[in-house]
Nanobody
Framework: QVQLVESGGGLVQAGGSLRLSCAAS????????MGWFRQAPGKEREFVAA????????YYADSVKGRFTISRDNAKSMVYLQMNSLKPEDTAVYSC?????????????????WGQGTQVTVSS
């Protein structure tokens, strides 16, 4: 059983930056593909970014490519999402997720464990 706890959300003006962190416990972190997803009010959960088990491969949604960077530190069991040039449409609850797999996927249903989420609000 893996527990995931996100932090780092908050209120920021458009054009600003935030760094989200996700702390994992209860499992062998290096066995999991890690992903970030977001859900805005009235919308479905959507993929944001994912990173392979050893960090060699990353994937991004087109909407965040070039602005967001996912990274991980397996020694600390942490995954991060650096968000730059934030836009009001980035406003959502951001959740990290773990997938016990060797293949990076972007489908939420493929992920086994989820954090509770952290709110990101971008004002215009």
């Amino acid at each position: 059983q893996v527990q995931l706890v996100e932090s780092g959300g908050g209120l920021v003006q458009a054009g600003g930056s935030l760094r989200l962190s996700c702390a994992a416990s209860g499992g062998t972190f290096g066995y999991y593909v890690m992903g970030w997803f977001r859900q805005a009010p009235g919308k479905e959960r959507e993929f944001v970014a994912a990173i392979s088990r050893y960090g060699r491969t990353t994937y991004y949604a087109d909407s965040v490519k070039g602005r967001f960077t996912i990274s991980r530190d397996n020694a600390k069991s942490m995954v991060y999402l650096q968000m730059n040039s934030l836009k009001p449409e980035d406003t959502a609850v951001y959740s990290c997720a773990a997938d016990f797999s060797s293949v990076v996927v972007t489908t939420p249903s493929a992920y086994d464990y989820w954090g509770q989420g952290t709110q990101v609000t971008v004002s215009s």
